[in-house]
């Protein structure tokens, strides 16, 4: 089951880098067409959708290491609300 956990977030990461890559050029792009605004637009797309791949990618590698951080032996297992004092 932790493979197939694995293979979402997997997914997920790839949707994180391009959703927001492709999203902010395309804006640029139809600013920069139907506005008519400057080629300045495009190139503001393109470094926020860099910034913004860049942290999607980030926050998934991070949630990646949580799910496969294995639990430690160590620890004491969790307190059940009736063994409460």
């Known amino acids: 089951m932790k ?3 694995l293979l979402v977030w997997l997914t997920q990461m ?3 880098i391009a959703v927001p890559l492709g999203g902010f050029i395309f804006l640029a792009l139809w ?8 080629r300045w637009v495009i ?4 470094g926020l959708g860099l910034y913004s791949a860049f942290e999607g990618l ?12 294995k639990k430690k032996d160590d620890e004491p297992p969790p307190v059940a609300f009736n063994d409460h004092h």
Request: some cysteine; proline content about 0%; overall charge positive.
């Open 3 to 5: 493979d197939v956990t």
């Open 14 to 16: 790839g949707l994180s």
């Open 31 to 38: 600013l920069h067409n139907s506005c008519g605004w400057g």
């Open 43 to 46: 190139f503001a797309g393109i």
């Open 58 to 69: 980030r926050a998934s590698v991070r949630a990646m290491q949580l799910i496969t951080r």
